[in-house]
């Protein structure tokens, strides 16, 4: 939270000196009115109850693995991953409706170093903003975590070539983004022992991976039997082709079958106690 410091300047004045055997009072010192700022909302979405999120066990001193949040309340959480289509109407979004979303972000998508991904149509806004529309996202509450450099599969690499991927990550987005990547997203979901140590190594607190897609046109595509959303349910979307419709789309539907928003680093915080 941004804390609101309230500075009261005292000015003191004295006489100058009298004139006469009847002198006239000095001028009376005034305080200015004390500056007041209105403090910025906190980060948007529902936060956990008192004894709601059931911890999460860590194993071997390796960060977590998570795919979900233990709770049996009806929230779900949104993640975004890599960075190719920078819609801007989608920031509005997110600002406008305090949309609680987590990205993920990868630097060759973010700096359009490559070939987009344009499931979702022609794509229009690749690399638009660059890291400035990180920033934007970042200024309207969205956290930004590591999703690697040039997202590889990781399965195929050793431990030293993976710890370059999340560290050098990690790196660039504290510099373009002025704080420091907690979670991993690792690309395709694929990840090994090397991973969690390399995760670990690069201050990485959890690996977090999902339970449902969000196809284009808003459609969520599950990996469970019974084909719909389940309390704690993380979603993945990606920086697509007309982005900012299909997610309209997407919370729409979310809402409509009575289910909240999550706040997933206060989750994750309830669910990993220190």
Not at 3 to 28: F, H, N, R
Not at 226 to 242: A, C, Q, S
Request: aromatic share 6%.
């Amino acid at each position: 939270m941004i804390g609101v410091t309230c500075v009261l300047a005292l000015a003191a004045c004295a006489p100058a000196g009298t004139a006469s055997s009847s002198p006239s009072p000095g001028p009376t010192a005034t305080a200015p009115a004390p500056v007041r700022t209105t403090p910025a909302p906190g980060p948007p979405g529902a936060k956990p109850r008192t004894g709601e999120v059931r911890p999460i066990p860590r194993t071997g001193g390796l960060p977590p693995v998570i795919s979900s949040i233990p709770t049996r309340r009806k929230v779900v959480f949104l993640t975004i991953d890599d960075g190719w289509e920078q819609d801007p109407g989608f920031v509005r979004q997110v600002r406008d409706q305090r949309i609680p979303i987590t990205a993920f972000a990868m630097r060759d998508a973010v700096e359009a170093r490559g070939t987009p991904d344009e499931s979702g149509g022609p794509a229009r806004f690749v690399g638009a903003g660059k890291w400035g529309y990180f920033r934007q996202l970042r200024d309207a509450g969205v956290a930004v975590e590591n999703h690697t450099l040039t997202h590889p599969n990781l399965r195929l690499l050793g431990h030293p070539a993976q710890r370059r991927e999340l560290c050098g990550a990690s790196k660039l987005i504290e510099k373009e983004i002025g704080t420091r990547p907690a979670l991993f997203r690792p690309p395709f979901g694929n990840y090994n022992t090397d991973t969690l140590r390399a995760a670990r190594s690069c201050g990485l607190s959890a690996v977090l991976l999902w339970t449902a897609t969000v196809q284009p046109g808003g459609k969520i595509a599950y990996q469970v039997p019974d084909k719909k959303l389940r309390p704690g349910d993380i979603l993945l979307l990606h920086f697509r082709p007309n982005l900012a419709r299909d997610f309209r789309v997407l919370v729409n539907k979310i809402k409509r079958r009575g289910y909240e928003l999550g706040d997933l680093q206060a989750y994750l915080e309830a669910a990993l106690p220190r």
